[in-house]
């Protein structure tokens, strides 16, 4: 890569964000040619079925994933009439791919001393690749990872809410993440007086800290994202701290959530992974 990702300006910025605000931040990576439509349908090719997820695009903010509805097409063809074909796709987990994975390591060194000052080293870097027709909606959820979502085409507009809002998303709907359920979240008409808009184009990127409630809403021109993850070890502890609480939940307590950075969660933390490890030894040691 012979452009810088993130120069000085977009380092202060993110500084002065990271790692629980969210905000806009510039980046260098509008034009890069791994993000055209042919080498975006090469790597599709290269990737997992499994790994790419495409659906219809006109949703609403809230819905529950089991009624999101494929578009029909097949991979290359949603990417090749992405214009027109009203259609929703990430390409999951690029890093994956060579190529891909040695642009997100370069792009994620440019800040990895600012991360590391804050929350500790960068911990299981991963990238996303997200292609809207024009006016598609991304819907109501979170993600457990601290995320830099780059804008490399079009425009779009992304409505942030608190991370930690107990209102937004109760304990319940975290625990539930953290076993196994989706990403998405109900949305009620109530929410929208805490959200908040974060319009971008091409050369901005939004800052989304762990665990933030958010949708998105594309423009009216094609959109092309490319997100940049990663865990720390606080973003661990926040999700152990989920899975003792579901297990205390079932036994009939009220746990308490986890606190918000710069708190560790480290007692619960070291709890569950405890529990955890012994269930991991019995489930390999055979019976008497």
Do not use: C
Not at 31 to 59: C, K, S, Y
Not at 93 to 105: G, K, M, S
């Amino acid at each position: 890569m012979t452009r810088e990702a993130f120069p000085r300006a977009a380092q202060e910025a993110l500084a002065a964000l990271y790692p629980e605000t969210s905000g806009i931040i510039p980046h260098g990576l509008a034009g890069h040619p791994l993000f055209e439509l042919e080498a975006l349908i090469a790597l599709a090719g290269r990737m997992r079925p499994i790994d790419v997820e495409q659906n219809i695009g006109d949703l609403p903010i809230g819905i529950d994933p089991d009624a999101v509805a494929h578009n029909g097409l097949s991979v290359a063809d949603t990417i090749r009439t992405i214009e027109r074909n009203g259609s929703w796709m990430v390409l999951k987990f690029v890093e994956q791919d060579p190529t891909y994975r040695a642009l997100l390591e370069e792009v994620l060194a440019e800040i990895r001393p600012l991360v590391a000052a804050k929350t500790g080293a960068m911990i299981k870097l991963e990238g996303f690749i997200f292609l809207s027709s024009p006016n598609a909606v991304t819907p109501f959820h979170f993600d457990p990872e601290h995320n830099i979502l780059m804008q490399l085409r079009g425009r779009k507009t992304m409505t942030l809410f608190p991370a930690g809002d107990a209102q937004i998303a109760d304990g319940r709907l975290h625990e539930a993440f953290h076993v196994g359920a989706h990403r998405n979240l109900p949305f009620r008409p109530e929410f929208a007086a805490k959200g908040r808009q974060l319009e971008i184009g091409p050369g901005q990127a939004i800052y989304v800290p762990v665990k933030a409630p958010h949708y998105v809403q594309n423009g009216p021109e094609t959109s092309i994202s490319f997100s940049v993850t990663w865990r720390s070890e606080w973003s661990y502890r926040e999700a152990d701290v989920h899975g003792l609480n579901h297990l205390l939940r079932k036994a009939g307590l009220d746990p308490a959530p986890p606190a918000r950075f710069p708190h560790q969660n480290l007692v619960k933390s070291i709890a569950y992974r405890a529990v955890a490890k012994a269930r991991r030894i019995a489930r390999r040691t055979p019976d008497a």
